[in-house]
C-alpha cells in the first residue's frame, strides 16, 4: 500500500475539469483537514517542546533538518527565531539536504543521500546537549533518517515530524509526531496539506519553545531584535503595554536599555539600568520573575 503521502484521492478525479471556485474550495478544505491533524496531536507536540525547550535551557542547540520542501519550511520557522525570540542564530542551525544551494533550486537527488545526513551532523558537531528536528512528509527520506540516526549515537534529542505512521522518523526518533494529514489534491504533492501541518506543528514548538525560556510576557515578544524603525516602534508599543507607561516613556526606557526590551520594560517600571540588568540575570532573563522583585 502507497504511503498516505503519496495516495491519489477518488475524491479528486476529473478535477481538471471543475471550476476554478470548486478547485479553490476543496483545497481550502483539505488544508482545514491539514491544520485538525495537527491539534490531534497537541499533547505529543506538547511534549516535544517542553524538551526542546530544555535542551536550549541547558545551552545546547535546536538544530532544524529536512530535505526539500519539508527542509524549506523548517528554515523559515528557523529563521523567525532570533527575530522573534532574540534567540542568536548560531543555537538553530539549519541541515538542508544538497547545503544552502537547496535555497534557490531543491536539489532532489540530495534527498537520497542518507551518507550526507550523518556527515551534515558531524559538521556541526551536534552532542548530548543538542536536540535534532527533523521533518520529512514521508517519515522514509534517506538524508533526514540518516541524520535522525547518527544524532541518536551522539547522544542528542531526537525529534521526528513525517505524515506516514511506522516510518523510521517516527519510530526511532525520542518524540515521533504523526502529522496524519488527507491525501494531497495533487497526489505527493506534499508541499501542500503535509506542508501545512509541519508549518503549523512547527508554529506550536517554535512559540512554546520561546514563552518556556522567557521570551514571551503576556502575550508579548519581550526578547525581540530591535533592528528597523518599524520593529522599534513595535518594541515601544510592548514597553509600554508592559510597564503601563505612556509612549515617551516607553521610548527613553529603550534608549536607556540600548533597545533590549525586557531591560526597557523593568526600567520603566522604575528600576535603575544597574539594578534592571541585576534582577533580570537573578531571574535568569524570566521577565516575570524580575518585575516581581520589586
Known sequence: MADRTEEASEDYRGI????????????????????AAVAAIAAEI??????????LASGGRLVYMGAGSSGLIAQLDALEMPGTFGIPA???????????QALGAIPLA???????????LDALAVGPKDCLLVVSASGRTPYAVGGLRRARSLGALTVGMAGNAGTPLLTEADHGLLLATPPEIIAGSTRMNAGTAQKCALNMLSTLVGIRLGHVHDGLMVNMEVENAKLRRRAERIVADAASVGPDEAAAALDEASN???????????????????HLAAAGGKLRTALAAR
Open 110 to 120: 540530495a534527498e537520497d543521500d542518507d551518507a550526507a545526513g550523518a556527515a551534515d
Open 16 to 35: 481538471d475539469t471543475w471550476s476554478a471556485v470548486a478547485i479553490v474550495a476543496a483545497i481550502a478544505a483539505a488544508q482545514r483537514e491539514a491544520v
Open 260 to 278: 533590549q526590551v525586557k531591560l526597557a520594560i523593568l526600567i520603566a517600571t522604575g528600576f535603575g539600568r544597574d539594578e534592571a540588568a541585576g
Open 90 to 100: 548560531d543555537r538553530v542551525p539549519v541541515l538542508l539536504a544538497g547545503g544552502r
Open 46 to 55: 506538547a511534549a516535544a517542546g517542553e524538551a526542546i525547550a530544555g535542551c
